[in-house]
């Protein structure tokens, strides 16, 4: 699978202008509120992207896998407005804002490929904040989509459990709706990803779901 950001450029080869960092599996990367400087990497691993409610609850609004961004909105400082979790062991590459401009200086390309991103975040963000509560199977086709849309890819890199983690639904629920799906011939389950094969139809589960492209 390849990201946007790898179509002509590798992101492997400018990790040297960030920080390693190993994440635990289910600690904090960032938190809702806390001064935001630059953006990470995800090298390897999977985090989810929640927000809290007014009722103290977290909403889920997007699953970063390897080979995207996050944290994308602090290149301003200001604060997060969203928290990020790794599901899993995780390994980031955190990119200050300092160490971005000098990025930018050798490769300057790389501004309408990383404008396109914050573009797409945005736009998932703005969507999931606003959505009513979604079914369990709307939750499940909106956040294979949003990975799809970003990466221009069918194939996702998850398992199920991966998504019972992200969502908060129970493996059980999982399983029966990826069942339905592959029976209904909407996706088909390899090892370790989910390949989409009716796009389509995943899509009239949420017709307001965001696309990749730019406006």
Known sequence: MVSPFETDLKWETFLKYGKRQFVKGKSVIYYQGSLGDGFYYLHKGLVKIVTSTVKGNDRLLNIVVPGQLLGIQTMDRQTHFTTAIAVK????????????AKLMKEQPELLPLFAQTVNQKMRILLYAINMKALSSEEQIAALLLNICDEFKNYEVPLTQQDL???????????????????????????????????????????LSAPTAKTV
């Open 89 to 100: 062991d995780s390994v980031v590459y955190h990119f200050s804002c300092e160490q971005f």
């Open 164 to 206: 019972a983690h992200c969502t908060g639904l129970t493996r059980i629920t999982v399983y029966k709706i990826l069942k339905q799906w592959k029976e209904d011939g909407l996706i088909d389950i390899e090892k370790r990803k989910f390949v989409i094969k009716r796009p389509d139809v995943l899509r009239k589960l949420n």
